[in-house]
């Protein structure tokens, strides 16, 4: 290839990359969260950065009704991560409490440990984050809603 071909196929590469995900939107680099022997029980949970944002996986039950949110690893392993960045104004929410509740302390809106919204003000969930399963490790690889 000679230097007139790769300006072109940089420059083709680079327009394919602004058509799929729109101007001013990165792709973070994917993180490799855990081993899934980690996440032995349900509920269980393992803290992460994720595009510089902390973030939460956590083995949710065993579900029959598709979710875009959940990650099937087996039979009976179904993993769950989401932002810990608070969908009302961007306070950080504390990891779940025993009860699976998370409470944002800065106006109260309260969210399931699954990262599902149970009560505002904030009036949709913690952003979910794409889980893929690497050589028996999960991984971040990107954002679900976008
Ligand atoms: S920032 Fe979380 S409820 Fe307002």
């Not at 196929?9 to 899934?36: H, M, N, W």
């Not at 961007?90 to 025993?98: A, I």
């Not at 399931?112 to 889980?131: N, T």
Request: some cysteine; hydrophobic content about 40%; overall charge positive.
């Amino acid at each position: 290839m000679n230097r007139r071909e790769a300006h072109k196929t940089l420059l083709g590469s680079a327009l394919a990359l602004v058509g799929s995900k729109g101007l001013g939107q990165s792709v973070p680099s994917a993180v490799r969260i855990a081993e899934t022997s980690r996440l032995s029980e349900v509920w269980a949970d393992v803290p992460f950065m994720f595009a510089g944002q902390p973030a939460i996986l956590v083995r949710v039950p065993v579900s029959k009704e598709a979710n875009p949110r959940v990650f099937r690893v087996s039979e009976q392993v179904y993993l769950t991560a989401y932002s810990r960045i608070c969908t009302h104004l961007g306070c950080t929410v504390p990891l779940p409490d025993r009860e699976q509740k998370i409470e944002c302390g800065c106006h109260g809106s309260r969210f399931r440990a699954d990262g599902l919204l149970v009560g505002g003000p904030a009036d949709r969930p913690l952003r979910a984050i794409r889980l893929e399963l690497r050589d028996g490790a999960v991984w971040a690889v990107g954002w679900l809603d976008n």
